[in-house]
């Protein structure tokens, strides 16, 4: 450490340090606008000079490192002048607007003008009055004349989400920022957060409200599994009317991406539902809730006494709290008495849980998301990180900024990270197993591998290196299309590298064999120890923001809470004592196996909690086949879905913004969800709901509160021991993940994709991760901001491909595949190879599940969602 004195006071910095953050962390105030911690340095503002010991002129403290025995003063009376003078040109053509303007009460430069004493603009020049243009993004509102200058927009969009949309247009006085670019733009408003005055606001809710009359309060978003930290403001406690972040608060450090900050409308949809809704005579009634819970206790325990509890399944929500999530299963193991429990986790992210369970002994990120920034290399599978989690996407970038991270992408579609890949991959679509054998299998021959790791923490490597004889250079290249030499370039950078993370996504969770894939990157990464403390780490993307959580609580058919065995006795008799009720010892059905059952008469009720099969399951006119057979269904939500329609009682839940809770992001961090508004219209909060059912079913749940269901979870849940609602105030609580088990590498034998194109269905079609129907086709569909930067569903096709049937761009066009057909837009485009397509399924109503493949994998009941064969034709 380095010794140096600021304004008389002897204080230590290190050699990476400036000034500026030398005297911040020792409490010494130095007036800032351009600067900000996150961004590159700007040096614009000259605010924040300081006066250095044998120096000539005073120096930018933001821009100017530390050293040894420097002595630095911040308030002499030479730097109060400039820093004045600075400010005063800074107001030159800046209304003094105060009282109407967005930002009043919390704009940087106002503070610095009062600071000053500033009330009056004493540099007086022509006025420069610039028309109102439409900025790039119909959600964020350009203010011209209230612009500094600072630059930070422009560099935020650079640095952080990596889009480049603005820039400087004209020269000197007349200078001002522009949206360039505004194809680029995805709406995420960091500009509109780092502008430090009010030249930025927003432009999507009609009712705004001063700063003093809102209240702010920090919960955690109901979106991506990043798992953001954000505030919902509301005016006099009934309306939520924008979301503002805090800098240092949660991994997002004050980013969000436009759901996050702009999706938050659908809290006050008119759709909402808002009292329960009772079946009679085939029409839905409004009902009171005393009618509608003794309805559904009263036709739950019928059907239990005349079949048994076997013949009852139950659908938990991975958008649901942990604490809603762990009553849910608890009901349905301790009150009906089945273990027919599941949840839509299982369906987006189910094979990264399970594949890394079977290898690593954990079914979750190996590390933190802060962690992939010490990555000097990063292989991205199947996954679209910049569209699907942003905020993790700008921790990787950090990595390319910090260490000059090598970034190997494999994709068959162009995204965003392709134009910061050294190497991009298209193998077949459904073939990666085979690449990733033979790279696994090139590495081994190169020697990068740690033996002292794998012989002293992980079993089976020698047959499993055995198991990689058939995938040499020339079945890989046939079967997967990736010339040898590609991956030959690959190994060369993995051998190079110290730290090595593996991300993956919907690409390989959401395929029929996921967890064989994911198995077979666990193996890669098990080579040279990525999945320990000094690794680069595994991170399995999570696009759901409670599936770690629903996971977690047991919301499974073959797991008790924390992750523990149905048939482990110990942990079995611990839940029957705390629990006071007998527990199925017998693993129960899948969502899948849910709906076979059904059709074959062995479900006869269901109980749906904030999830719609309809939308997300193959071959829905069989699910509807069955759902006419079914005796009594109970869907639990905030919107009517198209599941509802076939059920008996609506119960109407509450949004995030209505009640207490907790999520668990993707990397393992437990953080508060808070009540900020009270329930819409007669809903009610979801656990309340299921106390209440649970009670009039004779097993009484009298839980006040969700604080005292955490308690509860705390003594049953091994890693969440500790956890309680007063630990969790100051960035939650991440739970452990390295438990001591011997790895594992497995066996992982090629599978190919389960169709092929052929002459009448030609092309391989890939559809978009089916997450977007649990964000868009649910909530966000619902949140107007979004409706208008949210592209419409569309196809995309190669131009080659789009020539020999006659497809223009734009194009209304037919989907069609052995399953069925859906009518959707024709787009052309190179960002897709020849031979795929691309289904970019954004809003109902297209169906694509009525497109995919109807079977699956019956070991590990998921459904084939990530590629199908089709053509595309002319409407």
């Known amino acids: 450490m380095l010794k140096l004195t600021i304004d008389g006071k002897e204080v230590t910095g290190r050699p990476d340090q400036t000034i500026l953050e030398v005297a911040k962390e020792n409490g010494i105030c130095i ?15 000259r605010i924040c000079l300081v006066e250095v010991e044998g120096a000539d002129m005073p120096m930018a403290s933001c821009a100017t490192p530390v050293i ?74 350009q203010w011209m004349d209230r612009c500094v200058m600072c630059l930070r927009c422009i560099q935020a969009c650079i640095d952080l989400p990596g889009c480049d949309v603005l820039e400087v247009a004209e020269t000197g006085y007349h200078s001002h920022v522009k949206a360039a670019r505004k194809e680029n733009c995805i709406s995420c408003g960091e500009c509109l957060h780092v502008c430090p005055v009010g030249a930025l606001t927003e432009n999507f809710s009609p009712i705004k409200g001063r700063t003093w009359q809102l209240r702010r309060t920090q919960t955690t978003c109901t979106f991506c599994g990043c798992g953001c930290q954000l505030e919902l403001n509301t005016l006099a406690d009934r309306k939520v009317v924008k979301v503002t972040t805090k800098s240092e608060a949660g991994v997002n450090e004050g980013s969000l991406c436009v759901k996050g900050r702009f999706g938050f409308d659908f809290i006050h949809h008119l759709d909402r539902l808002q009292k329960p809704l009772v079946k009679k005579s085939g029409v839905f009634m409004e009902a009171s809730w005393e009618e509608a819970l003794d309805l559904v206790a009263t036709k739950l325990q019928e059907i239990k006494e005349k079949y048994g509890a076997p013949y009852m399944g139950g659908i938990a929500s991975s958008r649901a709290t942990n604490e809603e999530n762990y009553l849910f299963q608890k009901w349905m193991r301790a009150c009906i008495g089945t273990n027919h429990i599941d949840s839509g986790a299982r369906l987006s992210s189910g094979p990264s849980l399970y594949g890394m369970m079977a290898s690593l002994g954990c079914g979750a990120m190996t590390h933190s998301m802060e962690e992939i920034a010490e990555a000097d290399f990063i292989l991205i599978v199947g996954a679209d990180v910049h569209d699907d989690n942003l905020i993790f996407s700008h921790k990787m ?21 392709e134009k910061w890949a050294d190497r991009w991959l298209r193998p077949v679509p459904g073939t990666d197993i085979a690449w990733i054998n033979g790279l696994v299998r090139l590495l081994i021959g190169k020697g990068v591998l740690s033996r002292d790791y794998i012989g002293s923490k992980t079993e089976g490597f020698e047959a499993f290196q055995f198991s990689l004889n058939p995938f040499t250079p020339e079945f890989v ?8 030499a590609e991956l030959e370039g690959v190994a060369n950078l993995y051998k190079t590298a110290k730290k090595r993370a593996i991300v993956f996504g919907s ?13 077979a990157l666990c193996n890669l990464a098990l080579l040279t120890g990525e999945v320990e403390e000094g690794g680069g780490g595994v991170y399995p993307l999570l696009t759901q923001n409670n599936a770690q959580g629903a996971f977690d609580m047991g919301c499974l058919p073959d797991f008790l809470p924390g992750y523990q065995r149905l048939d482990d006795e110990k942990a079995h008799r611990r839940f029957v004592e705390v629990w006071d009720r007998g527990i199925p010892e017998k693993p129960g059905f899948s969502t899948m196996e849910m709906f076979d059952r059904i059709l074959e008469g062995d479900i006869k009720a269901l109980y749906v909690f904030g999830e719609d099969p309809l939308l997300n399951l193959p071959n829905p006119e069989k699910l509807k086949s069955g759902l006419q057979k079914i005796e009594f269904l109970v869907v639990q939500d905030i919107f009517m879905t198209h599941l509802g329609s076939y059920a008996q009682v609506i119960l109407p839940g509450v949004s995030f913004a209505e009640k207490d809770g907790t999520f668990t992001n993707m990397e393992r961090r437990i953080q508060r969800v808070r009540k900020v508004i009270s329930p819409i219209g007669d809903s009610m909060p979801d656990w309340k709901i299921l106390c209440d059912l649970s009670t009039r079913m004779g097993y009484p749940m009298g839980y ?41 590498f497995s066996i992982v034998e090629y599978q190919g994709p389960i169709e092929r194109p052929n002459d009448q269905y030609p092309l391989w079609i890939i559809p978009r991760g089916f997450h977007y129907h649990y964000g868009i086709g649910t909530t966000t569909k619902r949140a107007m901001g979004l409706a208008k930067v949210f592209p419409e569903c569309c196809i995309e096709v190669h131009p080659e491909d789009a020539a020999k049937t006659g497809l223009r761009d734009g194009n209304k066009v037919r ?4 399953r069925g057909e859906i009518e959707t837009i024709c787009r052309i485009s190179e960002a897709v190879p020849k031979g795929v397509a691309y289904f970019a399924n954004t809003f109902f109503p297209v169906f694509v599940n009525h497109l995919l493949f109807s079977g699956y994998d019956v070991k590990r009941q998921h459904p084939e969602y990530k590629v199908f064969i089709g053509r595309v034709e002319k409407r």
């Open 704 to 744: 006040q509160t969700p604080a005292e269901v955490m308690e509860e979870i705390a003594t049953l849940v091994p890693f969440y021991a500790g956890v309680n609602y007063s630990s969790l105030e100051k960035g939650g609580v991440q739970w452990f993940s390295q438990n001591g088990w011997r790895k594992k």
């Open 68 to 141: 040894e025995g420097m002595v630095v003063h911040t308030h002499t009376e030479r730097v109060e002048k400039m820093r004045l003078e600075a400010l005063k040109l800074l107001l030159v053509n800046h209304p003094l607007d105060c009282p109407v303007c967005d930002a009043g009460g919390e704009c940087q430069l106002q503070n610095r003008a009062y600071e000053f004493g500033i009330n009056q603009v004493e540099f007086v020049t022509e006025k420069i009055e610039r028309p109102s243009i439409e900025y790039s993004t119909p959600l964020i509102r």
């Open 397 to 417: 970038r950090e990595a390319i900024r910090r260490n000059g991270a090598k970034i190997i992408l494999v994709d068959p579609r162009k995204n965003q990270w």
């Open 477 to 484: 290249k046939e079967t997967t299309g990736v010339p040898w």
């Open 507 to 519: 690409g390989v969770t959401q395929h029929a064999y996921g967890v064989e894939i994911v198995k």
């Open 815 to 818: 989907v069609v595949s052995p």
């Open 31 to 45: 007036p800032t606008l351009c600067y900000h911690p996150r961004l590159s340095l700007l040096k614009s503002c």
